[in-house]
């Protein structure tokens, strides 16, 4: 059995399902679920999960990025532990708490592979030192494992997958000159192949947090839409003894009225073996567990 994260910044759900959820045109995600997802809706079935958990983690604000990917690829409520939700990257006093609790550490320690899928730039290390990039708990978490984080060389050869999913955005800012755009299928399908060598493969997608902060002129439709093209790729390519995860860290998007993030719940989805293993989840700090429970770690 191998899991694949797909892991989607920025999403929450409302309560019912409203635009751009009710107006996207979202075939993989519908097919799944029977219609546009929303905050009430629960689904478990032996191959199938859907339901929404708590990003605010028991502290008051607005969930941010910084403590909600901490949590994730930690399992410990960075939030409360903070006192506080910090925003974007960890905050510098979590990072040991990071290394500790590193997921990728664990799933190593426990003798299985890691295939890291988000595309990074280069030298990335070097650009943390020199404060020109700051670092990603997800990136913190492989550094803490041993993990080398996937280049330009690992996209070429289909072994990652930009975090805006087809490159569009990122070549509009200068980066992955010359190589050609990856549609939203192919992009799904370079992580279900990842999962033929490795227990556990991790991608993120900013995407959706960038759209909804007004970062990329995008449509949130559009933007829910090359979401559900790559969660199609994955699905059209899963082995059946493989699970699909997919999981955000905090509302934005589904609220496009405004640019802020949300208390909204977000979604949590699994399609596979491993799904009901999901069943008692409820906030962010649940995921690492469903991961590690799944592969026995």
């Known amino acids: 059995m191998s899991i694949i994260i797909c892991f989607v910044d920025g999403i929450g759900l409302t309560a019912p399902a409203a635009p751009p959820w009710t ?8 097919g799944l679920l029977g219609g546009p997802p929303d905050r009430d809706l629960v689904i478990e079935r032996p191959r199938l999960l859907f339901r929404a958990i708590d990003a605010t983690l028991g502290v008051a604000g607005l969930p941010q990025s910084g403590t909600g990917h901490t949590t994730l690829w930690t399992g410990q409520n960075a939030p409360a532990l903070l006192g506080r939700h910090f925003p974007a990257y960890p905050a510098p006093s979590q990072r040991p708490l990071i290394a500790e609790h590193s997921l990728f550490g664990r799933l190593r320690a426990a003798g299985l592979r ?54 569009e955005y990122l070549r509009r800012w200068g980066a992955l000159a010359g190589l050609p ?37 995008e449509t949130a439709e559009r933007t829910l839409e090359l979401v559900d093209g790559l969660i199609a790729g994955v699905l059209g390519h899963l082995r059946p003894g493989d699970t699909l995860l997919v999981v955000s860290d905090h509302g934005n998007l589904e609220e496009p009225a405004h640019s802020r993030h949300t208390t909204n719940p977000v979604p949590l989805l699994l399609v596979g073996p491993a799904a009901p293993l999901a069943a008692a989840a409820r906030d ?12 026995g770690a």
């Open 284 to 295: 962010l700090s649940d995921v690492a567990g469903v991961i590690l429970a799944a592969l």
């Open 181 to 217: 755009d990856l549609a939203p299928a192919e992009a799904g399908r370079r992580l279900a192949s990842l999962a033929a060598e490795a227990d556990v493969v991790h991608y993120e997608c900013y995407l959706p947090d960038f759209v909804g902060h007004g970062r990329i002129e």
């Open 114 to 167: 890691v295939a890291l899928a988000t595309l990074h730039r280069e030298p990335y290390w070097e650009l943390v030192a020199s404060r020109q990039q700051r670092a990603t708990a997800a990136a913190l978490a492989a550094q803490a494992a041993g993990l080398d984080l996937p280049g330009l060389e690992a996209f070429a050869a289909g072994r990652a997958v930009p975090w805006d999913i087809t490159g």
């Open 23 to 30: 107006t996207a045109d979202l075939p993989a995600l519908s």
